[in-house]
């Protein structure tokens, strides 16, 4: 099984600072890593696809980048609607696994 | 527009067992590979189990492996999930996603809460 470890786990930020997700795989996954934001009491939504690339809808302040075993979700001027937690995940092989989240409060 | 919506949550004992739903519209579903997730109070995501667009191929988590069985009717474009000696660890909100290309979930349901506990 890939294992995917995120730091922080927690992260307490002022609006419009810059945040910093990490997450790195057990293995080489290429680019097979996704980021997803969850709010409180609604199901997942995708953010980034296949490491870096936007998906549609999301807000230019949300980028992605890495490959193999090293991948980083950058926020760009936090916003208060930015209030989530925030979940890398990886598809690569028969079974896919999820990091164990990153929760971003605002300060 | 892509629609998921899951049913069938439930209070069950342990040992007991429980059947998913999850009903989909506004996409070729039998064109599409389907996924359980689960996440427990308070915890994060965990994979459960995938199912490809034919419904030849299934995967499982381990711990479910031999309890869980996920199948799918394309003709009524909704995805299940049997689960059988139901144990307090698997209480948790069940999601079911969609998979684009076999990768990445692009649409998820709103979740149906699972209990177990006597």
């Not at chain 1, 097979?32 to 969850?38: D, E, I, R, S």
């Not at chain 1, 028969?94 to 409060?105: C, D, I």
């Not at chain 2, 996920?70 to 996603?97: H, K, P």
């Amino acid at each position: 099984e890939i294992v995917l470890t995120q730091s922080p786990d927690f992260q307490s930020v002022t609006p419009k600072e810059r945040v910093t997700i990490s997450c790195r795989a057990s293995q080489n996954i290429g680019n097979n890593l996704h980021w997803y934001q969850q709010k409180p009491g609604q199901s997942p939504q995708l953010l980034i696809k296949f490491a870096s690339q936007s998906f549609s809808g999301v807000p230019s302040r949300f980028s992605g980048s890495g490959s193999g075993t090293d991948f980083t979700l950058i926020i760009n001027g936090l916003e208060t609607e930015d209030a989530a937690t925030y979940y890398c995940h990886q598809t690569t092989g028969l079974r896919q696994t999820f990091g164990g989240g990153t929760k971003v409060e605002i300060k | 527009e892509m629609q998921l919506s899951e049913s069938g949550g439930a209070l069950v004992q342990p040992g007991g067992s429980l059947r998913l739903s999850c009903a989909t519209s506004g996409f070729p579903f039998s064109s599409y590979a389907m996924s359980w997730v689960r996440q427990a109070p308070g915890k994060g995501l965990e994979w459960v189990s995938s199912i490809s667009g034919p419904g030849t191929t299934t995967y499982y988590v381990d711990s479910v492996e031999g309890r869980f069985t996920i199948s799918r009717d394309n003709y009524r474009n909704t995805l299940f999930l049997q689960m059988n000696s139901l144990r307090a660890e698997d209480t948790a909100v069940y999601y079911c996603g969609k998979l684009y290309s076999g990768s990445y979930f692009d649409s998820w349901g709103q979740g149906s809460l699972v209990t177990v506990s006597s």
